[in-house]
C-alpha cells in the first residue's frame, strides 16, 4: 500500500512457530504488532461500510490570511470487506461501546462505536487498546488510544477517548 509518509511493510511468517504461538496470533496476540495508524485505517474500514480510505495528516493548510492553501483529500485504498459484514461489526461495535459505558458522548450525544484489545505481554503487563468511530450511524472521526505495558484493559482508555470526542463535537 503506498502512502504519502513512511511506512513499513508487515506480514505474518508463523512457519517454524509452535502452535500456541500461531494461536494466539490469531486473535490478536502472539506475534500480532500493528501501529495505532493501522489499527484506524482498519476501524474506519468498518466505518466506512467496508472501505479503506487512504490517511491523510492534515484537513486543511489556512495561511495568515485565513485562505486555504491545501486540502487533504479521500482517496479509496482497497475494499476490505463487504457492507453487509462491515454493517454486522459496526452493531457489535456500538453494542460494546454500550456495554463500556460510553454509548454516547457530549450534550448532543453522538453515539460511538468502539473495540477494546487487551494483549498479555507475559510479563504481568498488558498492551491496552481502544478503536472507535463517531458518530456510530454517520462516522466523522476514528480514534485509537492504546497505553502499552500496563496493568489496566482496553476500556479504561474509554474517558480519555470520550474527552476527545467532546472537544471534537463541542469544537464543530
Known sequence: MSLDFATIHS??????YEDNVVAT????????????LQMAMV????????????????????????QTTAEGKSEKLVETMDTDTAQEIKEAMKAAAQSYGMSTVGEKEYSIAAKTGTAERGDGTNNAWLVTFAPADNPQYVIVANRLKTTEIGK??????EDLYNTLFDAN
Open 11 to 16: 506480514n505474518f511468517d508463523l512457519k517454524g
Open 156 to 161: 479504561t482508555l474509554a474517558p480519555v477517548v
Open 25 to 36: 496470533t490469531a486473535f490478536g496476540q502472539g506475534e500480532t504488532l500493528v501501529t495505532p
Open 43 to 66: 476501524t474506519q474500514s468498518i466505518a466506512n461500510d467496508g472501505v479503506m480510505l487512504k490517511p491523510y495528516l492534515f484537513k486543511s493548510v489556512v495561511n495568515g490570511k485565513g
